[in-house]
């Protein structure tokens, strides 16, 4: 759960996981990225963004879901401009937070559900 604060231009959220193999070149391509969207505006916002809306990137590639993003071995998170329109931008981050609630798991991962 993201409490931001934007111009109302899309931002892109990646996630780090450390591979299994320990691999370093492995784990700088290996990445999952969504989207956030803020309204613009002087109020607060609230968004939420569940794991089903992440997809994988290898190499600035869409990769294929084969599995569930490795939650526990997170290690980075990154937050970026998304769109190439020219000008000032602003993303006010007041917190984030990652919560445990209830979900689907057999529905979760389908590829129909991450667009």
């Known amino acids: 759960e993201f ?3 934007g ?3 899309c931002d892109r959220i990646q996630l780090w996981f ?9 784990e700088a391509t290996r990445f999952w990225v969504a989207h956030l969207q803020t309204r613009g ?3 607060w916002e609230r968004i939420k963004i569940p794991f089903n ?4 990137i290898k190499y600035e590639q869409i990769t294929a879901i084969l599995h569930k993003p490795p939650t526990m071995k997170l290690y980075s998170l990154g937050i970026y401009p998304d769109n190439q ?6 993303l006010e981050i007041d917190s984030i937070r990652a919560l ?11 590829p129909e559900n991450i667009w």
Do not use: A, H, M, Q
């Open 3 to 5: 409490r931001v604060r």
């Open 100 to 110: 445990n609630t209830f979900v689907d798991e057999d529905n979760l991962y389908c």
């Open 85 to 90: 329109i020219p000008g000032d931008f602003s």
């Open 41 to 43: 505006g002087p109020y």
């Open 7 to 9: 111009d109302g231009r």
């Open 53 to 56: 809306r992440f997809y994988p």
């Open 18 to 26: 450390k591979s299994k193999w320990g691999d370093e070149t492995r």
